[in-house]
């Protein structure tokens, strides 16, 4: 199988909702379904100084979840609860600054709020403000830091932070370098459903780093990854079916997968794609695009 580097993207996550979830999907969910009295009331109550309600107002907007996405309704409410020093909106607040979402984007302010929210203890923030602080976004580059924030927020179950503190053990990047220790995050992270995580795992696997070699294992992780989109792993499948490595060799179904991964901009997914083509009769070529179509429809992906 041919090497391939690992893939790693060090992103700001979306906030989750406060505490009382329960109670706010209940009423999310009757805003989903057109109730607009319920998104009246909402809003009436967080013009009178509902916190918690300001901050799921917040992040609704912020991620058109039952509302249309509105960056500056999602900083509105998001800042009155912030100053109110609700950790969850100041973790999304902290977040829009970072992405430049319905503001100028400014790394200074997105740490500030980062902050304050990490150190109320929300995890989100945790592993955003690590992010921050392992790329010197408005504050100090320091790898040290980064990992104390990393390990604060998978202390709480943080997936994102565990795949992120999986990628620091691996590079060797404010510890030492560990495969094992970098294993074992990947591993936490992927079983929670990070396709980045998944992939990285796969890798190792594949590998042998902090690990035996187990094509099987990678597959499986590869595969994980790929269903949820991952281009990198998507075209690590077709490679393996392409070699025949931990798979039967099945050149039609590599096409599909390095289709697949060329639609979702994996560069050396459209090289690899060209050359099977030229391999495969115009029948089988035939065979792997219904196939892949088939695929993306199955998981509403493009049309």
């Not at 209940?26 to 805003?31: G, H, S």
Request: net charge neutral.
């Amino acid at each position: 199988m041919r090497t391939i580097g690992l893939f790693v993207v060090l992103a700001l996550w979306l906030p989750c909702f406060p505490v009382e979830a329960g109670y706010f999907e209940e009423l999310l969910a009757k805003v989903k379904h057109g109730d607009a009295k319920t998104l009246e009331d909402l809003v009436d109550k967080a013009k009178k100084g509902d916190v918690l309600i300001q901050s799921a107002l917040g992040i609704m907007y912020r991620a058109g979840n039952g509302v249309p996405q509105d960056y500056k309704e999602a900083l509105f409410w998001l800042r009155k609860a912030a100053e109110q020093h609700n950790a969850p909106a100041q973790a999304a607040l902290g977040a829009l600054y970072a992405r430049g979402e319905g503001v100028l984007q400014d790394y200074q302010e997105a740490a500030n709020w980062l902050r304050k929210a990490a150190e109320q203890g929300d995890a989100e923030a945790q592993s955003d403000l690590g992010t921050a602080c392992a790329k010197g976004q408005g504050v100090p580059q320091d790898y040290e830091e980064a990992v104390a924030w990393y390990q604060k927020a998978t202390a709480q179950g943080h997936a994102g932070a565990q795949f992120k503190l999986g990628f620091m053990y691996y590079h060797g990047t404010g510890v030492v370098k560990d495969y094992k220790q970098s294993l074992y995050w990947y591993q936490r992270a992927a079983e929670q459903g990070d396709s980045n995580a998944q992939l990285n795992l796969g890798l190792m696997y594949a590998r042998g780093y902090g690990t035996a070699r187990d094509p099987d294992q990678a597959i499986a992780w590869f595969f994980k990854a790929a269903e949820q989109n991952n281009a990198q792993a998507q075209s690590n499948l077709g490679l393996s079916y392409q070699e025949g490595w931990g798979v039967t060799k099945d050149p039609i179904t590599a096409h599909v997968w390095f289709n697949l991964a060329s639609a979702n901009g994996y560069k050396e997914a459209k090289v690899l794609l060209d050359q099977l083509t030229n391999q495969l009769t115009p029948a089988e070529v035939e065979e792997a695009q219904k196939r892949a179509k088939a695929w993306r429809i199955s998981h509403a992906i493009g049309k």
